[in-house]
């Protein structure tokens, strides 16, 4: 079936630094990648999504890029801070149109005053 | 975005009891949500479908007689683990889709099950 490959599966940076965190996917009719942010015991809260007619999309500290030709995109978080840490999954549709997602395997991120 | 709560955070259960796990879309009428199942430290396994009046859909190896979902309105799906046996011990999240393009996937905080 379809999948989607995320890495690193651990990352710690310290303070202040930048996190960049990749994933690729195999389905070309994709078109929608959401990330997610999951602390411990939580549900995963939606922090940025890119459609596939954009290459790059910020929202303040974090931004994603696309390369829809090698199928894969990156979540980029800049100035980190502690409140950063926490476990992040990448997504994609499946099917293009449709509105069931495939997840990452999760990249825990720590972040080191 | 939507909000999704879920009901309850968490439940322990006897092996061989049912229980049932609540998931309502607060500001927003859903006519599918989504249950997912997670275990520790792994990523989120798509369970099912939910679709408002008529059957979910269920993932390929997922026991439909044992997870029972019923989606009686555009506000409420209900996830009911029946026979549970400790295997079944996991953190349960359930999704709903949001957005002009109905692609956006808000989440509930999730309800951990612990079967004894």
């Known amino acids: 079936g379809e999948n989607v490959e995320q890495h690193p599966s651990t990352l710690s940076v310290q303070e202040g630094d930048s996190a960049v965190i990749k994933c690729t996917y195999s389905?070309?009719?994709?078109?929608?990648f959401p990330w997610y942010k999951q602390e411990l015991g939580k549900g995963p809260q939606l922090i940025i999504d890119?459609?596939?007619?954009?290459g790059e999309k910020k929202d303040q500290r974090i931004a994603v890029t696309l390369n829809k030709t090698a199928k894969h995109f990156s979540l980029h978080i800049t100035e980190t801070q502690p409140e950063d840490s926490a476990v992040y999954f990448c997504?994609?549709?499946?099917?293009?149109?449709?509105?069931?997602?495939?997840f990452g395997t999760g990249t825990q991120l720590k972040v080191e005053l | 975005g939507a909000v999704v709560s879920q009901h309850p955070s968490r439940v322990i259960c006897k092996s061989g009891t049912s229980v049932k796990i609540e998931c309502r879309s607060l500001?927003?009428?859903?006519?599918?949500m989504f249950w997912y199942r997670q275990f520790p430290k792994q990523s989120l396994m798509l369970m099912a479908t939910?679709?408002?009046?008529?059957?979910?859909?269920?993932e390929q190896g997922v026991e439909k007689d044992k997870f029972l979902i019923n989606h009686a309105s555009l506000t409420l799906s209900t996830l009911t683990v029946t026979s549970a046996h400790p295997e079944d011990s996991s953190f349960y999240i359930c999704?709903?889709?949001?957005?002009?393009?109905?692609?956006?996937?808000?989440f509930g905080q999730g309800t951990r099950l612990t079967v004894v």
């Open positions: 999704s709903v889709m949001w957005g002009g393009s109905g692609t956006e996937a808000f």
């Open positions: 389905d070309s009719a994709s078109n929608y």
């Open positions: 890119i459609r596939s007619n954009v």
């Open positions: 997504a994609a549709n499946i099917g293009g149109g449709g509105n069931k997602l495939t």
């Open positions: 500001d927003f009428q859903a006519t599918t």
């Open positions: 939910s679709n408002e009046g008529s059957k979910a859909t269920y």
